[in-house]
């Protein structure tokens, strides 16, 4: 079971979540997705997002949040949430084998009482006056420094 995971809170847009699950399995990242999505979230619906990648994904489904943070805790894994709202660029913090990364819909982020779970925020830095980077991109960006500060594999 890979380590470092990305966890998807409602996601909205399907071709998204096909991106990060196909740069997931290229990875070796696990995913989970904290239902429900903002679109069909069949297995059919996912093996067309995901293409032929999906069968490559450690991906773990979470029928509520509360069913996520359960599972989470239990675990001990921190988790580390993606925030225009955070105040620590992502390259500032020292990532952990083990995390979790959070990414909010793509419509609205995550709710305060998810926010308020998180053990660290991190944003990307943006040039002033844009609203935010595609969460796919997003988390390409954040995985890819975590497994450069934790080593990949």
Request: aromatic share 6%; charged share 25%; proline share 5%.
């Amino acid at each position: 079971m890979p380590l470092l995971r990305i966890a998807l809170y409602q996601p909205d847009i399907a071709g998204n979540t096909g991106t990060i699950l196909r740069l997931a399995a290229c990875l070796g990242v696990g995913v989970d997705i904290i239902e429900p999505a903002g679109f069909d979230i069949s297995d059919r619906s996912l093996k067309r997002a995901g293409m032929d990648y999906l069968a490559a994904v450690a991906l773990t489904r979470h029928v509520t949040w509360d069913r996520f943070e359960e599972w989470r805790t239990g675990t001990g894994r921190r988790l580390v949430l993606a925030s225009t709202k955070a105040a620590m660029p992502y390259v500032d913090l020292a990532y952990r084998p083990d995390d979790i990364l959070l990414f909010g819909r793509e419509s609205a982020g995550v709710p305060d009482h998810v926010h308020e779970k998180a053990d660290a925020r991190v944003l990307i830095p943006m040039v002033e006056g844009q609203r935010s980077i595609n969460i796919a991109m997003s988390a390409a960006m954040i995985a890819g420094e975590a497994l450069r500060q934790t080593g990949f594999g």
